[in-house]
Nanobody
Framework: QVQLRESGGGLVQPGGSLRLSCALSGSIFTYYTMGWFRRAPGKEREFVAAITRNGGSTAYADSVKGRFTFSRDNAKNTVYLQMSSLKPEDTAVYYC????????????????????WGQGTQVTVSS
């Protein structure tokens, strides 16, 4: 059974940085296109970033473009979301998601397109 485990959340001041990690277990990591989503208090879950199976292509929400970097280490079955220049509006629970992509080589930005989800990790940006 596929399991996703996020880590790296916490409290950071505006302008600071954090790196989130998400490890996949229970299947072959390279089968999966990966994504990050977030849910802020009182808001719906929204797309943050996505990466293809081989890491060759990424996609970002406009709100994080240029500040966040999504990468993957297929040898470690892990993806990383490097977040910089954080703003209070980045405060949310961040969720890692995986889609069994078969032979597809594209990113996905809709949450219904993902098959597995982690429990989430809290990121709070506040002074």
């Amino acid at each position: 059974q596929v399991q996703l485990r996020e880590s790296g959340g916490g409290l950071v001041q505006p302008g600071g940085s954090l790196r989130l990690s998400c490890a996949l277990s229970g299947s072959i990591f390279t089968y999966y296109t990966m994504g990050w989503f977030r849910r802020a208090p009182g808001k719906e879950r929204e797309f943050v970033a996505a990466i293809t199976r081989n890491g060759g292509s990424t996609a970002y929400a406009d709100s994080v473009k240029g500040r966040f970097t999504f990468s993957r280490d297929n040898a470690k079955n892990t993806v990383y979301l490097q977040m910089s220049s954080l703003k209070p509006e980045d405060t949310a629970v961040y969720y890692c998601a995986a889609r069994n992509a078969g032979y597809e080589r594209r990113t996905y930005t809709a949450d219904y397109e993902y098959h597995y989800w982690g429990q989430g990790t809290q990121v709070t940006v506040s002074s």
